[in-house]
């Protein structure tokens, strides 16, 4: 019965085979470090699930956004859990990203034929980066706001699109509520839209060449 429903399914929409040569595809020796990207991967859709959470209860808006994390943080029930875990995630996705690209590098698994799953990785540092930058202004305390306040001096000062940059993530001149709107936007649909897109790529990428194994002497 199982097996008829999975052929009737596999006809239709093809996934089961797809689900299969993904996860029986043959892979060399490996080593612990080849855990590093699999963890990126966990945690992203840990950060995308907690995140998903959170926004059904925060509000961003000057006037709501400080108190909407306070009552997610002391009285909704299992909200400073979430609000930690996306938190300390964002934190552990940057190390593990660059831990990730480490291992890449010290095993030479980023030259040929894997130079475009390189690239699409950089845009993922990159993204993790831009996703780090627009959700640091969300709790709107002293603290997100200063340090976004001097974040964006700096991004003013790189010469030729400085200026245009920051006015365009501000909204104007000064960090604002048109501010708050935007990095709220670019936090919860852009940038990870971005992520999504571009990991499926990086995947599909390490799918098609298979996973280098641990080089041996000489190669
Ligand atoms: C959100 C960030 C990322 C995710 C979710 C991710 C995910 C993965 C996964 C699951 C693999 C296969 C297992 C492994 O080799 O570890 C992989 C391989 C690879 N990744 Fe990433 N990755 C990310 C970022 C990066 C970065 C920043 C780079 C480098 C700039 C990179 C370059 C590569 C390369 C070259 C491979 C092929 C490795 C091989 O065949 O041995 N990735 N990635």
Do not use: C
Not at 110 to 120: A, I, L, M, Q
Not at 140 to 153: E, L
Request: charged fraction near 15%; glycine fraction near 8%.
């Amino acid at each position: 019965m199982a097996g008829r429903l999975e052929e009737w399914v596999d006809e239709r929409l093809g996934w089961p085979s797809a689900i299969r040569s993904a996860l029986l595809q043959r892979v060399p020796r490996l080593s612990w470090g080849h855990v590093l990207g699999s963890a990126t991967l966990v945690t992203l859709i840990i950060l995308i699930l907690t995140g998903v959470l959170l926004s059904f209860s925060y509000v961003p808006s000057p006037d709501e956004a400080h108190t909407t994390v306070e009552y997610i943080t002391q009285e909704l029930p299992f909200g400073a859990f979430i609000r930690n875990l996306h938190h300390f995630g964002a934190s552990a996705l940057v190390v593990l990203s660059i831990a990730h690209l480490i291992r890449v590098i010290v095993h030479g698994a980023h030259k040929y034929p894997r130079e475009f799953t390189w690239f699409t990785g950089v845009v993922l540092l990159l993204l993790v980066f831009a996703a780090g930058f627009t959700g640091s202004l969300l709790p709107w305390d002293q603290n997100a706001f200063w340090a976004t306040a001097v974040r964006m001096r700096v991004i003013e000062v790189t010469p030729g699109i400085g200026d245009r940059l920051a006015g365009v993530l501000m909204g104007g001149e000064e960090l604002s509520a048109v501010s708050l709107v935007r990095f709220f936007i670019a936090h919860v649909w852009v940038v990870p839209s971005l992520i999504v897109t571009v990991v499926v790529m990086h995947l599909r990428l390490v799918h098609k060449h298979g996973i280098s194994g641990v080089p041996r002497r000489g190669e």
